[in-house]
Nanobody, 124 residues
Framework: QVQLVESGGALVQAGGSLALSCAAS????????MGWFRQAPGKEREFVAA???????YYADSVKGRFTISRDNAKNTMSLQMNDLKPEDTAVYYC??????????????????WGQGTQVTVSS
């Protein structure tokens, strides 16, 4: 089993920045991909960003150029630096992890492990 715990969610003004963190514990050797997803009220959970064990990164078009994902395999942590935040970024942000051969990094159903979520609210 893998346990994931997010932190860093907050209320921030549009144009501001926020950094989310995800701490992992347990059988972390199975976490080839780690990713961030978000879910706004009344909407489906959507892909935000993902990073492989070898630090290849992937982003949703809506956050490309504004968000940066990173991971520290030695410390079992992952981060999401969010800049130039917009009201449409408001959502609960989830940290997730999956193995290498369990399908696309962009599909939530391919992730086996999830955190409890952290709320990000961007005011206009």
């Amino acid at each position: 089993q893998v346990q994931l715990v997010e932190s860093g969610g907050a209320l921030v003004q549009a144009g501001g920045s926020l950094a989310l963190s995800c701490a992992a514990s347990g059988r972390i050797g199975s976490m080839y991909f780690m990713g961030w997803f978000r879910q706004a009220p009344g909407k489906e959970r959507e892909f935000v960003a993902a990073i492989s064990w070898s630090d290849r990164t992937y982003y949703a078009d809506s956050v490309k150029g504004r968000f940066t994902i990173s991971r520290d395999n030695a410390k079992n942590t992952m981060s999401l630096q969010m800049n130039d935040l917009k009201p449409e970024d408001t959502a609960v942000y989830y940290c997730a992890a999956k193995g290498e051969f369990s399908g696309s990094y962009a599909r939530s159903e391919n992730y086996s492990y999830w955190g409890q979520g952290t709320q990000v609210t961007v005011s206009s």
